[in-house]
Every structure is written in C-alpha cells, then in structure tokens.
T-cell receptor, first 112, second 112 residues
Framework: NAGVTQTPKFQVLKTGQSMTLQCAQD?????MYWYRQDPGMGLRLIYY???????DKGEVPNGYNVSRLNKREFSLRLESAAPSQTSVYFC???????????FGDGTRLSIL | QQQVKQSPQSLIVQKGGISIINCAYE??????FPWYQQFPGKGPALLIA?????SEKKEGRFTISFNKSAKQFSLHIMDSQPGDSATYFC???????????FGAGTTVTVRA
C-alpha cells in the first residue's frame, strides 16, 4: 500500500551542485505535483503535470525543472542548488481536478 | 494563483475542548474543499473534504462548515485529543485548473 514514494528522504548539497528528486505513485493517477514547504508559508506549488506528457509551472518554478517520465513517475531537478532552496519538498498525485491530492512523506533538502 | 487566508496561525486547547480553524478563498470553479492534517516528519494527509452542495460535513469528531456566499469554510475539532496535535491546512481549488491553493497552516496543540 505504497501510495506516493519519494527518494531520497534526506539530502545535503553544496551550493552549485545539482540533484534530482524522484517521485513515484502507484494509484494510477493522471496528475502529479511538486511542492515546497517552508515555515509559516504553507505549501507552495513548484510544478505540476495535469496528465502524462504535460508539465506546467506553479507559483515558484524558478531554479527547478521537472520531467514526467511516465504515468507513475515525476522528477524534480535542481540544476545549480542555492541556499534559498533549502526546504522540505513534497510530491503529490491526484485523479485530476476536483479530486483529493495524496502526498508522499517528503525530501528534506539542505543546501550549504 | 489565489490566496487562501487561514487563521489562526496556532492554537492551544485543553483535552476535550473545541478547536476551530477558519479559511477564506477568492475564487474557484471546482467545488471541492479539502482539509489536510500533517504530523512532524510526515506528508500532509487528507483529513476531510466538502463539496458545497451541502453546508456542513461531519466525520467523527471533525466537522467542516461551508459558507459559499461569504467564500469561507472552517474546520471544527470536537472533544480534542492529544493525538490531534498536528498542523492543519485548508485548500481551495484553482478555477479551471488542476491545482490547489493552500492556506499557511494552523498548528494545533492539545494539552492533556
């Protein structure tokens, strides 16, 4: 009963390094999302994919890229990490508009 | 992206008391308003949701009330228990889109 699986769970990077966060869901959902969570700011959408083959920018896309590899997998890439990207990153999936989003347990990323 | 205003930022309640969290949204097309519960180190989990063809939905000790004309909805936690101590997020769907806009969150502490 995995739901949404994120890897890795923790990561420490140096400024300028690159990294890809992985997300996979086993609920046959069409839509997938990447959020970042910072203290006092709730969940802010970075990118989303309404369906396989499409991706769109969210509220805070700068410094990130995404790939919807197939229906199950949606990855988030930091090309040149900056300290401002230190955050907890959550992946979510849903059946589409008007449907609940299901979240993974997050990746805690620190950039020094 | 619309703003969802959530209040209070935090609250402390005695065991057995009532916790009330309020949210206000701007616009939406999909009538589906979820509440998420998040424990430390975990991702947000869907707690309860309402479709505003009804003004109230109750699941166990959790009740959502909805005022469509005022664009406001609230979560009531009755008979609060220490295990309810968590951060709660409201969310509203974006018009004509697959996205959710989240409130900033309310940290609830239930004292035994």
């Amino acid at each position: 009963n995995a739901g949404v699986t994120q890897t890795p769970k923790f990561q420490v990077l140096k400024t300028g390094q690159s990294m890809t966060l992985q997300c996979a869901q086993d609920m046959n959902h069409n839509s997938m999302y990447w959020y970042r969570q910072d203290p006092g700011m709730g969940l802010r959408l970075i990118y989303y994919s309404a369906s396989e083959g499409t991706t769109d920018k969210g509220e805070v896309p700068n410094g990130y890229n995404v790939s919807r590899l197939n229906k199950r997998e949606f990855s988030l890439r930091l090309e040149s990490a900056a300290p401002s990207q230190t955050s907890v990153y959550f992946c979510a999936s849903s059946g589409g508009g008007g449907q609940p989003q299901h979240f993974g347990d997050g990746t805690r990323l620190s950039i020094l | 992206q619309q703003q969802v205003k959530q209040s209070p930022q935090s609250l402390i309640v005695q065991k057995g008391g009532i916790s009330i969290i309020n949210c206000a949204y701007e616009n939406t097309a999909f009538d589906y308003f979820p509440w998420y519960q998040q424990f430390p180190g975990k991702g947000p989990a869907l707690l309860i949701a309402i479709r505003p063809d009804v003004s109230e939905k109750k699941e166990g000790r959790f009740t959502i009330s909805f005022n469509k004309s005022a664009k406001q909805f609230s979560l009531h936690i009755m008979d609060s228990q220490p295990g309810d101590s968590a951060t709660y997020f409201c969310a509203a769907p974006e018009p004509n889109d697959y996205k959710l806009s989240f409130g900033a969150g309310t940290t609830v502490t239930v004292r035994a």
